[in-house]
């Protein structure tokens, strides 16, 4: 497997066009690393996210992907390389579409405005759908699936470009105990495939079952290493700054926090 990041930060900064964002961000994530970003709401998680996807712009440091000899730093190269799983569900439940529809918008990109999905685009979507274990509902109303089957859809949805970095924003808010361990297992198939993952979560269970490194982030980074080193209370503590914080085994318990 290259060794070569896929993404490289280097002091950079996103910005919203109102003043908020995060800034100070170093980060390498190399194929098959997944690292998790950790830090209160409003602390410039999903700024990051966006940011890397050209949403929010960037107005300090450096960012480049596939880093390497065929690096680059345009926006334009995430197309297809980046997959991303948003924090709250776009798709309304009750429009008449089959999962197996949802999934091929992650080929659309690729597609251009003349052509029709072909015979490697539907491979791709059974390939995604098979990967997040709803092969079985390839043709069922994507509205007839559970909660955390729509999740599980929407990652299907990411992984259709055969993306090189996954970007997954909350991805275990509201999802039941079988569920998490499916996604759990899904992400790290992921891995042993070389993809990089960067995933915004407060979940510790899926930070140390998953993630090799930890970055925390409240307006700035403030700390970024692997799991075991980053995850003290005093770190969490300094990052939840002004919150009681707990550790427990598994979650990150902040009080009054959307999404332990």
Request: some cysteine; aromatic content about 4%; charged content about 20%.
């Amino acid at each position: 497997m290259n060794d070569s990041p896929v993404l490289r930060l280097r002091g950079a900064a996103f910005t919203h066009p109102g003043g908020t964002g995060v800034s100070g961000l170093d980060l390498d994530i190399a194929p098959g690393e997944a690292v998790a970003l950790i830090g209160p709401n409003g602390a410039g998680k999903s700024t990051l996210l966006k940011g890397i996807l050209g949403l929010v712009p960037r107005t300090a440091g450096t960012i480049e992907f596939g880093v390497g000899a065929a690096s680059t730093t345009e926006t334009h190269a995430v197309n297809g390389m980046v997959g991303f799983l948003p924090q709250s569900a776009d798709l309304d439940p009750d429009f008449p579409i089959s999962v197996e529809q949802v999934v091929m918008q992650g080929r659309y990109r690729g597609l251009g405005l003349f052509r029709w999905p072909g015979r490697a685009d539907r491979a791709a979507v059974r390939d995604a759908l098979a990967t997040v274990g709803l092969g079985a509902l390839a043709k069922r109303p994507f509205g007839e699936l559970s909660g955390g089957q729509r999740q599980r859809g929407l990652l299907a949805r990411a992984l259709a470009s055969d993306p090189r970095l996954l970007l997954l924003d909350e991805p275990f808010n509201g999802l039941d105990q079988p569920n998490r361990d499916a996604l759990v297992e899904t992400l790290r198939a992921l891995k042993a495939r070389g993809v990089a993952v960067l995933v915004s979560t407060h979940d510790l269970d899926l930070a140390r079952r998953v993630c090799d490194s930890v970055v925390l982030v409240n307006g700035t980074q403030l700390a970024s290493g692997p799991v075991d080193e980053v995850l003290t209370l005093g770190n969490v503590q300094e990052c939840f700054e002004g919150v009681e914080v707990e550790i427990d085994e598994h979650t990150l318990v902040v009080p009054g926090h959307e999404g332990h």
